[in-house]
């Protein structure tokens, strides 16, 4: 077998690939250090996504060649981010060392999307797909989607017309986490229960409430959707 073939035939075009993996990642961010803000997270996760798809796309024999010094890879991922950055290498990784290896707070909060605003929604839902992507990609066919959209148990997102977009990460397996129609049902509108769904959540230990729907945690997850219920207040005749 030649070494510089393809690894093996592609089920998904590169581009969605990395879509795929920020989606995984930015959720990972958003659960591990709720201070970082949501611009950082979104770029950092789209980092990830790009990077590790180029490696997954390289042939066999360019793969090897990487992954038998991953340690000067990494330098050189340093590098490449201290120049994007406009920094040296040696001034990024003092500044590192200088915080602990961790991002300190910021003193001034992060604006919060409007999670009502059908213009912001590509602001903060993360990556979504429509009916095409989904069926293509995840074998899930329209009249399913639509089925789980009629009762709740999908969350799908106006995104201008009548266009409506499914985010990625609620699905586990091919089909929704269980639950969702349970906290669609007590916060009553879909761009708000994904909004709380795909955040870190005190009353939840910091976890993503969508996160712990795909561990089968339905009841604590209910509970804590009642509990944000209470603290909002949807305007009237406001698109759902």
């Known amino acids: 077998m030649n070494g510089d073939a393809p690894q ?18 930015e959720q990972l961010l958003a659960r591990l250090d709720p201070d970082l803000k949501r611009p950082a997270i979104i770029s950092a996760a789209k980092l990830a996504g790009v ?3 180029s490696y997954v796309f390289l042939s066999l024999k360019r793969q090897a060649a990487l992954t038998t010094d991953l340690n000067d890879v990494a330098d050189k991922l340093d590098s490449f981010i201290a120049e994007i950055a406009g920094v040296t290498r040696q001034e990024l990784l003092a500044q590192r060392a200088a915080d602990g290896g961790t991002t300190k707070p910021s003193k001034s ?12 929604l590509h602001d903060w839902v993360g990556p979504s797909a429509g009916p095409t992507f989904l069926e293509e990609n995840y074998g899930i066919p329209r009249s399913t989607l639509h089925r789980w959209q009629r009762r709740n148990e999908a969350i799908a997102l106006l995104a201008g017309g009548k266009r409506h977009v499914f985010p990625l990460a609620q699905f586990v397996d091919g089909r929704p986490a269980n639950g969702i129609a349970d906290v669609s049902g007590v916060i009553g509108h879909s761009r708000l229960t994904w ?5 870190p959540c005190d009353e939840l230990d910091g976890y993503l409430p969508i996160d712990l729907l795909k561990m089968d945690r339905v009841q604590d997850v209910v509970q804590a959707a009642r509990a944000y219920a ?5 305007p009237e005749n406001d698109p759902r």
């Open 8 to 25: 093996r035939p592609q089920k998904f075009k590169k581009e969605d690939m990395a879509g795929l993996i920020a989606a995984e990642v």
């Open 109 to 120: 909060p992060t604006p919060i999307p409007n999670p009502l605003s059908v213009v912001a």
């Open 230 to 234: 209470k603290t909002v207040r949807l």
């Open 51 to 53: 990077a590790a798809t």
């Open 195 to 199: 909004y709380w769904l795909s955040r």
